[in-house]
Structures are given as C-alpha cells and as structure tokens.
Antibody, heavy 114, light 106 residues
Framework: EVQLVESGGALVQPGVSLRLSCAAS????????MRWVRQAPGKGLEWVSV???????SYADSVKGRFIVSKDKSKNTLFLQMNSLRAEDTAVYYC????????WGQGTLVTVSS | SYELTQPSSVSVSPGQTARITCSGD??????TRWLQQKPGQAPVVVIY???DRPSGIPERFSGSSSGTTVTLTISGAQVEDEADYYC?????????FGGGTKLTVL
C-alpha cells in the first residue's frame, strides 16, 4: 500500500529555515516523480516543486532560490529545505507521488509569523 | 501561465447527480486529475487521465472530457461526498490547479 507521511512543520519566525520530510512506503521515492504542493489557510492548492527520478528538479517562481527539494534513497524519504521563510509561505505542505493515480500525504503545517 | 477554472460551489440533494466542470486551454493536450479534499484527511484522487477511476473509488464517480473542458460527475451523490474538489493537470514542469469547488450534499 502506498503511504506518504509528512513531518517537520512548525511555527517559525520570518527569515529562518525549516526542513520538511516525507516518508514513503509501498514504493521507491527514487524511481518516481515526487512533488510538493502547498495550501495557504482557506486558499487553493499551489504547486511548489518536483524532483524527477533522474534527480533533476524544478520550482515554482514563488520559491525558486529559497527552497531545495531532495531525496534519500536509503531512507526512502523526500525532503524540502525551506530557507528565508516569509509570511506568505504559511501553508499546509503536501508531498505527492506522481503516477496513475497520484498519491498524496496528509500534509504538515508551516506557520511563518513573528 | 496556465489557468484552470472551476465553479466555486455546487449544491445537490442526496441521490441527485452532481457535475463539476473545469476549463482551461491546457486541457486540450494534457490529462486531468480530480482531487477530493475533506477536512483533516489526506487528499484523494478520484479520477485520473480524465476518466479513469482508481481502485477503491466508488463507481458513482466518473470523468469526461471535451476539448478544453473536463467534467467530474457524481451520480447519486451521497452525504459523504461533500468535500472540496480540485481539478489539476500537468503543464511544462508544473502542476496547475483549478480554484476548487465546494460540493454540498444536503
């Protein structure tokens, strides 16, 4: 059974860094396209980043240069390193496995506030 | 940039058919997924590749496509189908999302 469990969300001040994790089971993170999607409170969904099976990455313009997506094959885990956090980064962050169908995790809340 | 447009809300009585549309130029060339989101639960894909239904999703959920518009149909909607529904598709490296439709069943 495919499962994705996000963790690492927290209340942080603007300007700090935070790393989110997404532990996967039932499939290999390394051989799949993995994405991060976020949802600000009361708002819709926004794609954040993707890491392909070959390790190449892509980011939304809103996070480019601040966020870094990576994966650890030995831990079967996806990561999102978030630097220079801003208030507008406040959201629930979901990881998802792209496939037929896609699978989503339950999300982890990041709150950026002073 | 790509945009997908959905109605903000749809309301039906239990047992009626609910239809949620999603429109956008990218849908002419890319498959659409439909995501069901309920409070406190992981989002679940109920339709992928425009009209395929994942295992475990009730048969009352179906999808169709015509040109730049796709439609999620819930035949005989149940109270438990009340949720937010998002269409989304791949465009370049991105996932593009519709604004979401709140389905009320009462």
């Amino acid at each position: 059974e495919v499962q994705l469990v996000e963790s690492g969300g927290a209340l942080v001040q603007p300007g700090v860094s935070l790393r989110l994790s997404c532990a996967a089971s039932g499939f290999s993170v390394s051989s799949n396209y993995m994405r991060w999607v976020r949802q600000a409170p009361g708002k819709g969904l926004e794609w954040v980043s993707v890491i392909y099976s070959d390790g190449s990455t892509s980011y939304a313009d809103s996070v480019k240069g601040r966020f870094i997506v990576s994966k650890d094959k030995s831990k079967n885990t996806l990561f999102l390193q978030m630097n220079s956090l801003r208030a507008e980064d406040t959201a629930v962050y979901y990881c998802a496995r792209e496939g037929d169908p896609d699978y989503w995790g339950q999300g982890t809340l990041v709150t950026v506030s002073s | 940039s790509y945009e997908l447009t959905q109605p903000s809300s749809v309301s039906v009585s239990p047992g009626q058919t609910a239809r949620i549309t999603c429109s956008g130029d990218v849908l002419a060339t890319e498959y659409t997924r439909w995501l069901q989101q309920k409070p406190g639960q992981a989002p679940v894909v109920v339709i992928y590749k425009d009209s395929d239904r994942p295992s475990g999703i009730p048969e009352r959920f179906s999808g169709s496509s015509s040109g730049t518009t796709v439609t999620l149909t819930i035949s005989g909607a149940q109270v438990e189908d009340e949720a937010d529904y998002y269409c989304y598709s791949a465009a370049d490296n991105n996932w593009v999302f519709g604004g979401g439709t709140k389905l009320t069943v009462l």
